[in-house]
């Protein structure tokens, strides 16, 4: 990424890339990266990631060189991760200098079964885990490489929300996944980013189906006030924080902390 702290070839995996936050993620990142920079896009749906694709390749980033692929793909399972490791080793190079990680891609769960159970924490806990372990071992340190996972976290990391249960467990897991990480490997930049309330998909299933009436309402009465965040603005500040590069590896800081 370009900027005080950030000059270099970048090879940046963003996961749920297809729409909302995501999607922006990848929109202003392609911004910022220098000439030579390499994209991989993961989510399930093949069209969006194609007309994402189309849309960065007719940019400035896009005519200045960057690379950009897609994998259309379950993150849920191994085979998904198998194909977004393969994709990642095609667009490596001896120029890339900076391997960014951006653990996005989740989801809020409706549940009965220990199969369901078992299936969403597969995809929102073991998957960034293992995806995160695979492109650590796929570049490991050496002199002149900066790498930085970020993991896209939650208010619901640290705060118990009524019928929320997965997706609280979910994101504490991977608060902590991510705080070892940062103990263990002090020359990696580790950072779980809370976006706040955003505007997308994610919040419309909040505040129809939460399973808590209380909490239905405050989501329907944020949004009917007018507070729910951009996926812009939020990804504005997240990109500051990876700019200036001061944050404490393995912090979590939210959009309202900044
Ligand atoms: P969203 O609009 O529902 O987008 C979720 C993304 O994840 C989509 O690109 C989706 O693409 C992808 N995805 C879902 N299941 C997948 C799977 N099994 N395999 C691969 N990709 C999958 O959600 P969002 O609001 O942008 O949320 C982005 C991140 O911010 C999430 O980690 C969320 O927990 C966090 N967050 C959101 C809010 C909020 O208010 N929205 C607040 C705090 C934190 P496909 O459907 O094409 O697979």
Redesign the pocket.
Known sequence: MQGERGRGIALCII??????????VAKELSLRVKPGSAFVL?????S??QTLRAELAESDAGRAGLEVRYV??????TE?LEKVTKAVQEAASELIEHVLLV??????PVFTEMAEVNSYLS??VS?VLCLTARILQAFPQRPGLRRTIVN?????ALKPFPSWVL?CAG?AARDMIFKVLAEEQPDLRVLSY??????????L??RSKSGDATLRKSFNEMFTRGQ??S?EESCNKLTKLLMEDSYTSGAHIDFYDI
Do not use: H
Request: charged fraction near 20%.
């Open positions: 996961t749920g890339a297809s729409r909302g936050f995501g999607r922006t993961v989510a399930r749906s093949e969006e990631l259309a793909t379950d993150l849920g399972l998904g653990n996005n891609a989740g989801k809020s995809f929102n998957s896209i976290s939650s208010l619901c997706y994101k809370a976006p706040g309330p955003l505007d997308t998909d994610m919040q299933e909040a729910l965040v996926c």
